[in-house]
């Protein structure tokens, strides 16, 4: 999760891409949201095949993928077409491997306490832009372009991604998924799933639009290169804290409660990047709570699937819910970077993203449907 968590730092990679290889706003962020499609796509796949029974053949081609698709972008010379399909194609592929074998295991082995354990393996997966960037940080200072640096992550964190592998036991004697070919496609149909569906779209639509631009929504406002840097890290920081915090909090509280708070948070705090005077300090406290809101989209959605479909069936129903997310990393970073390409500035789409999570939260505030919560 921390390897291919790095994909939260992409507005390192895309600032860099439009400084040295003359790439637009629309095309840094569309690889970024192809990502975003491939990895719940992938998880999908993973979840009707017979691969899903072999844990470390998982991890094995989770290295693979990744590796091969940063290894391909680094040879590519900047050519947009070449970056495009290797990291948001190929490297998309092993982060959704990566994914589904991190998340789905561990659940499946504490399902008394699906949020807590939700929480803090996704906690990994938000935690892995504090490396990326400090690595990102200290290889270009030293001279190094952006292709070198695509080098350097395939090689490192593909061997990681290895190693990490051997590590991981199938140790749970879980029921074989009760979902049929013929239940599921009434479960797609159902309105506790459009709920998540949608709640997980409009809530991370917004966190993705702020992430993929970030580096630049920071230029914007004239905050120092060094402080930006560091915002990426702390929200990256503060992702991880808040998928902990959220996914214990729904252990306790009823969801469509935690979910609206959450989204709330997130609304207001990227709200003010606007509405409050940005300096070094309050640009940090607002990116630290747009990262703590972001995070419990990861937590809260995936623990209540388990919640009401069986955390054995997990594997299968949450790649459908999670291509929420998919349809969210198309869109949002897509629509802010064509915001800020067609008025020059990233306020259109820092509004943009502030409405959306708002919509989100108010679905979960005033959306009763029976059933979404063993406690409603």
């Avoid at 895309?14 to 706003?25: D, Q």
């Avoid at 001279?143 to 036991?169: R, T, W």
């Amino acid at each position: 999760m921390l390897c291919i968590g790095s994909v939260y730092a992409w507005s390192i990679i895309a600032a860099e891409l439009m400084e040295s290889c003359a790439f637009s706003g629309t095309q840094s962020q569309l690889i970024f949201g192809l990502v975003i499609l491939t990895f719940p796509t992938t998880m999908i796949v993973l979840g009707k095949s017979k691969i899903r029974k072999y844990p470390k053949v998982i991890g094995y081609l989770s290295a693979l993928f990744f590796s091969l698709g940063y290894f391909l972008a680094s040879l590519s010379k900047g050519n947009f077409t070449v970056i495009f399909l290797g990291i948001g194609l190929l490297a998309g592929i092993g982060t959704g491997l990566g994914y589904w074998l991190a998340l789905t295991y561990p659940v499946q082995c504490f399902p008394n306490k699906k949020g807590l354990v939700t929480g803090i393996v996704s906690a990994g997966f938000g935690l892995g832009a504090v490396f990326m960037s400090e690595i990102a940080e200290i290889i270009l200072l030293k001279g190094h372009d952006v292709l070198y640096l695509m080098k350097f992550l395939a090689i490192l964190y593909g061997a990681i991604i290895i190693i990490a592998a051997n590590f991981v036991y199938s140790i749970c004697n879980l029921p074989p998924s009760s979902i049929s070919k013929s239940s599921f496609s009434n479960i797609i149909k159902e309105k506790k799933f459009r709920k998540l569906f949608i709640g997980l779209f409009l809530g991370t639509f917004a966190g993705l639009l702020i992430i993929g631009s970030l580096k630049m929504i920071g230029s914007q406002y004239q905050i120092e290169n060094h402080i930006i840097v560091l915002g990426i890290a702390l929200f990256a920081l503060s992702n991880f804290l808040g998928r902990i915090f959220w996914g214990f909090m729904s252990d306790f509280y009823q969801t469509n409660k935690i979910v609206f708070w959450d989204l709330l948070l997130q609304a207001l705090a990227i709200l003010s990047l606007i509405i409050v005077p940005l300096t070094n300090v309050s640009y940090l406290i607002i990116i630290f709570f747009i990262g703590f809101g972001f995070g419990g989209n990861f937590v809260l959605f995936a623990k209540e699937t388990a919640q009401i479909y069986g955390v054995e069936n997990l594997g299968q129903i949450y790649p459908y819910v999670f291509m929420g997310y998919a349809l969210a990393g198309i869109l949002g970073p897509f629509s802010g970077g064509l915001l800020a390409d067609a008025s020059d500035s990233y306020t259109s789409a820092i509004l943009l993203a502030s409405a959306m999570s708002l919509c989100g939260a108010l679905i979960f505030r005033f959306s009763k449907i029976q059933g979404i919560n063993k406690n409603e």
